[in-house]
């Protein structure tokens, strides 16, 4: 059975309560259970504001999954970004029932809570360093990879200890319009960069880890687009999954 710790522990099923209280939010989640003789795995964290989670989201997580046999993708709503300048976010209980929401209907993808307030608190901001270190020790087994589109990981320099980031886990990096995925290495301190160059067009070689190039995806969906929709009272049918535009309907989010 797939290690499903990053469930919440008493949240309510996804579909049955649209309430915001209905997310329990614990203190921390259960990871009591003992990996000890749990087979290796293939596990990607996939952070994101998620504010709502979109088709774009759900395409690059398929295509992640197939490409590199993923057994689990945990979606990991953030907080509180730290990339995001926008003041008003959807409150955390909301874009994480989102997301649990779009993953009901993927076996392997699993919403997440390690980025969640503690006890509901001011959210404080998480840095993917610590979260990734924090995976990698309770996933100590397994093959960890992180799940980032191709805007962001150019924003890379931008982010807390990134350097100890590149060198702490793989990177599957998924296209997105507008951006170019040979621009990628750019982005990279020169001498994290492996000395000899892969044949591989789809990789990025790095002294420990690799980056790889995920172009099998192309989706212009972004939480942008959607909310000026919503805002514009225009539909959004196809730009989230089906559940999600029903909770966002019946919460009366981003208008
Ligand atoms: P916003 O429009 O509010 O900036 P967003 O659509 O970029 O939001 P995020 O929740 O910030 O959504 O994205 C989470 C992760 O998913 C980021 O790494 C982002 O680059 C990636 N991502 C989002 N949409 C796409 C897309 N259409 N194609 C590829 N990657 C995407």
């Known amino acids: 059975m797939p290690a499903r710790s990053h469930e919440p522990a008493h949240a309510s099923a996804p579909g049955h309560s649209h309430s915001h209280a209905g997310v329990h939010i614990p203190h921390s ?50 907080s509180r970004p730290p990339h995001k300048s926008r003041q008003s976010l959807a409150a955390f209980p909301h874009r994480y029932a989102m997301a649990a929401l779009a993953c009901a209907d993927h076996a392997a993808f699993i919403p997440s809570l390690a980025e969640a307030p503690v006890d509901g608190g001011t959210p404080h901001v998480f840095y993917s360093i610590d979260t990734v270190k924090r995976f990698r020790k309770e996933h100590s087994d397994d093959h960890l990879y992180f799940i980032v589109g191709a805007d962001q990981f150019l924003e890379i320099p931008t982010w807390y200890h990134y350097e100890q980031l590149l060198d702490t886990c793989d990177f599957i990096i998924a296209h997105r319009p507008g951006f170019r995925l040979d621009a990628l290495r750019l982005v990279v301190p020169p001498e994290k960069l492996a000395r000899t160059r892969t044949q591989n067009p789809h990789a990025i070689e790095l002294r420990k880890t690799k980056l790889h190039l995920l172009s099998t995806v192309s989706s212009h969906v972004s939480s942008t687009e959607v909310r000026q929709r919503l805002e514009k009272r225009q539909s959004i049918h196809g730009l989230v999954p089906a559940r999600v535009e029903e909770y966002i309907r019946g919460q009366a989010l981003y208008r």
Not at 34 to 60: E, K, L, M, N, Y
């Open 29 to 78: 989640h259960a990871h009591g259970h003992s990996r000890a003789h749990a087979p290796s795995r293939v596990i990607a964290i996939f952070g994101g504001t998620f504010d709502p989670i979109h088709s774009g989201h759900i395409a690059v997580a398929q295509a992640a999954q197939r490409r590199f046999h993923l057994d689990t993708i945990y979606f990991v709503p953030s």
